[in-house]
């Protein structure tokens, strides 16, 4: 079974867990680029802060991005 994983600064994404996705905080674009390499292979989708998102650039197209508004 895939997971979800939210992604991006603690105060946007934190309030996720209560949904039951997995969150993971990463302030900084080296941050959340650690945080995208270190995700579990069973990660399909990944919702995203939109300054999360211009972080990832390419990498993004790894997995199904959703981008918050």
Known sequence: MSRI???GEPPVVDVWVLAGALVVTAAGDESVRRAWDALPADVEVVVTTPVAAG???ERARE???V???
Request: without cysteine.
């Open 63 to 65: 997995r199904l991005v």
């Open 55 to 57: 972080a990832l650039g």
């Open 5 to 7: 994983v939210v992604l």
């Open 67 to 69: 981008v918050l508004p």
